[in-house]
């Protein structure tokens, strides 16, 4: 059994490469976008009741998918990987998303862990720059499970803001910039513990941004606010949006 995972989870080279905007990664982004779209469609004609349910659904797959790497990662990788423990914005909104579904006080800032989901996992969806510098076959485990995993969280997302909108206020602003902070705070927390000479892992760009733009000694002390204000920002301007298109949902209880 060990042999035969390890065989069918073993990172596959050679042949085509795993290319950002791609055929296969357009294929993914348009599938997982238009999944979420036509699950919110679907959920419109539904009670609150299902709408809750289907969300416990989606972000309970999303954890699932999440932990199960954990257990399979030394048969694809031959070893655990501490990069992946929950201190980058897309895997620790997936936990306190999943949390906040089970929890009187993560409850109260549910859509602003749906939000941050929905962007990072959108993002990162968009632009896998990770599994197209690895140079990959596309059919490879560790791709295929990364663009799962950021789909699945990009359509809970999408079902939290359009049906929990209603929740948002513009004088309550001030939640969506505390997750931030606390998620910068957080990658900080995990950089700081596990950092070595021999390995730095830079959760969530706090020390350094993915382009590496800032020179190296200046740059931990940039990194975290620049990442706390394009968040913050993205967060309001999808915010704006929602607000310009669509009409906040009536007679419906929280999700």
Known sequence: MYDFLTKLLADKTGG?????????????????????????LHLKKKNPEKRAKTADIVVGVALGIYI???????????????AKLPFHICTAMCVMCFWSRHSAFLRKFRLQFAMFGFLSNLTYL?????????????LSYRVVQTLIFHGVMMIYGMIVLVYERREFSWKKIYKDLGVIVCMALWARLGNALYNSSK?????????QDPFEMFPADIAPYISPFLNIVIFFAAAVAVYWILSKVTRPARKTSPL
């Open 199 to 207: 390995k730095v892992y830079n959760w969530f760009y706090v020390l």
């Open 16 to 40: 085509a490469a795993f290319r950002c905007f791609g055929l296969f990664h357009i294929c993914v982004m348009v599938f997982f976008v238009a999944a979420g779209v036509l699950l919110c």
């Open 126 to 138: 968009i632009y896998p720059a990770a599994m197209m510098w690895m140079k990959l076959h596309p």
């Open 68 to 82: 199960a790497d954990f257990f399979l990662m030394p048969f694809a990788y031959g070893e655990i990987q501490i």
